[in-house]
């Protein structure tokens, strides 16, 4: 298995411009999650799906982000518009099951200037 | 939120030496895992120990959980160059929502 595959692995972008983050999962994997890490906050949850349903959107910081699921095998995360203090690592994860550890992705380093 | 605190911060050692990090929470907790994260990587999973469970071992990892303490504690053994990397604690308490430590910074020198 490939594990789980984001895409771009950098994204450099204006304030203002659309951001489209990009998730796959590993197959066979029924939850998924996207983080948010920064020096200041860590590791923030963003929003789980569960079986392609947004479960728990609390983390989601603004309307300015929202994250979709179309499919057991696909996932993004759209930051419009961007802004600088979007800037971060972004990770897609996921996992099957309770009581499992979650494989997590190369991330996505987003720099909005 | 980060429910996790890990101890301490930073820690460098000698090749060979073992590295001992703690991490504290808060709520109560179905799991614990420990993760770890080289520099400009994503995290990867260690090992999990459950509420009911005292020790587990994974090859050079031992990790204790002291649930009355509400702490864990991740020994790596007999410590190589390429363990350097960030630790991270995550407490599981609901079966899906994963809390983050800050980490502990580990860096082993030759």
């Known amino acids: 298995d490939a594990g789980v595959i984001q895409s771009p692995r950098h994204e450099v972008t204006e304030m203002g411009q659309e951001v489209t983050l990009r998730c796959k999962p590993i197959s066979g994997h029924n939850s998924l999650f996207w983080y948010r890490q920064t020096m200041m906050r860590g590791l923030e949850l963003l929003i789980y799906?569960?079986?392609?349903?947004?479960?728990?959107d609390s983390g989601m910081p603004e309307d300015r982000f929202s994250a979709k699921m179309p499919n057991a095998s696909f996932s993004t995360l759209k930051i419009q518009p961007s802004e600088p203090r979007d800037s971060a690592v972004y990770f897609c994860?996921?996992?099957?099951?309770?009581?499992?550890?979650?494989?997590f992705g190369s991330g996505t380093r987003l720099t909005v200037v | 939120s980060q429910q996790g605190e890990e101890d301490p911060q930073a820690l460098s050692i000698q090749e060979g030496e073992n590295a001992t990090m703690n991490c504290s929470y808060k709520?109560?907790?179905?799991?614990l895992q420990w993760y770890r994260q080289n520099s400009g990587r994503g995290l990867v999973h260690l090992i999990l120990?459950?509420?009911?469970?005292r020790e587990k071992h994974s090859g050079r990892l031992r990790v204790t959980l002291d649930t009355s303490k509400k702490s864990s504690s991740l020994l790596i053994t007999a410590s190589r160059a390429a363990d350097t990397a960030s630790y991270f604690c995550?407490?599981?308490?609901?079966?899906?929502?994963?809390?983050f430590g800050a980490g502990t910074t580990v860096t082993v020198r030759a």
């Open positions: 799906f569960n079986n392609n349903v947004p479960i728990d």
């Open positions: 995550a407490t599981d308490s609901n079966d899906y929502k994963l809390s």
């Open positions: 120990i459950r509420s009911n469970e």
């Open positions: 994860a996921s996992k099957t099951g309770g009581g499992f550890g979650y494989t």
């Open positions: 709520t109560s907790i179905n799991n």
